[in-house]
T-cell receptor, first 121, second 109 residues
Framework: QVQLVESGGGVVQPGRSLRLSCAAS????????MHWVRQAPGKGLEWVAV????????NYADSVKGRFTISRDNSKNTLYLQMTSLRAEDTAVYYC????????????WGWGQGTLVIVSS | EIVLTQSPGTLSLSPGERATLSCRAS???????LAWYQQRPGQAPRLLIY???GRAPGIPDRFSGSGSGTDFTLTISRLEPEDFAVYYC??????????FGPGTEVDIK
């Protein structure tokens, strides 16, 4: 069945970097656009970034633009989020989510269980 | 950027009752690009409705979506115990950012 498994979260000091991974299985990863969405403790959902199925297009929320980079390795069925210059307000559970389209505008059909990032000194 | 506002913030109802949740957008957009998600405590969100009114596979027919332009509604016809959760609307149109509403919590009265 479709599975998305995030990893790489943890406690990191402000200003440092962290890379999250999302291992995908059970579907043709290379065919679908992928997103990262985050949720601060006790708060709502915040869209973070999207990458097209072939990596040719990427978009970011203003809150992370210039600090975060979304990427994918279709040969490894893995999505990444490189986070730099981390701030306390980046503390959240980070979810990867899949769509069912390529290069389009689609809802988020499947979600991983999330990985927690805590930015604290 | 399209800003989504959800109301009410909290809806206190009893099992068997009807729930009506509202999502209002700061500007009009195609209903093709409006989704609803359910999030139970400690779980990841789950897609319920896409394209404003399409039900995702496996979603019970007590869930329905409607609306267009700037006003959208999620209706749960008869609340089951597992429906007490937080519900988010989501705009996923042609131009990012793909914003979420702040959520409506449906809790047990």
């Amino acid at each position: 069945q479709v599975q998305l498994v995030e990893s790489g979260g943890g406690v990191v000091q402000p200003g440092r970097s962290l890379r999250l991974s999302c291992a995908a299985s059970g579907f043709t990863f290379s065919s679908y656009d992928m997103h990262w969405v985050r949720q601060a403790p006790g708060k709502g959902l915040e869209w973070v970034a999207v990458i097209w199925y072939d990596g040719s297009n990427k978009n970011y929320a203003d809150s992370v633009k210039g600090r975060f980079t979304i990427s994918r390795d279709n040969s490894k069925n893995t999505l990444y989020l490189q986070m730099t210059s981390l701030r306390a307000e980046d503390t959240a559970v980070y979810y990867c989510a899949r769509t069912d389209c390529s290069g389009g505008s689609c809802p988020l059909w499947g979600w991983g269980q999330g990985t927690l990032v805590i930015v604290s000194s | 950027e399209i800003v989504l506002t959800q109301s009410p913030g909290t809806l206190s109802l009893s099992p068997g009752e009807r729930a009506t949740l509202s999502c209002r957008a700061s500007q009009s957009f195609s209903s093709n690009y409006l989704a609803w998600y359910q999030q139970r405590p400690g779980q990841a969100p789950r897609l319920l409705i896409y394209g404003a009114s399409g039900r995702a596979p496996g979603i019970p027919d007590r869930f329905s979506g409607s609306g267009s332009g700037t006003d959208f509604t999620l209706t749960i016809s008869r609340l089951e115990p597992e429906d007490f959760a937080v519900y988010y609307c989501h705009h996923y149109g042609s131009s990012p950012p793909f914003t979420f509403g702040p959520g409506t919590e449906v809790d047990i009265k």
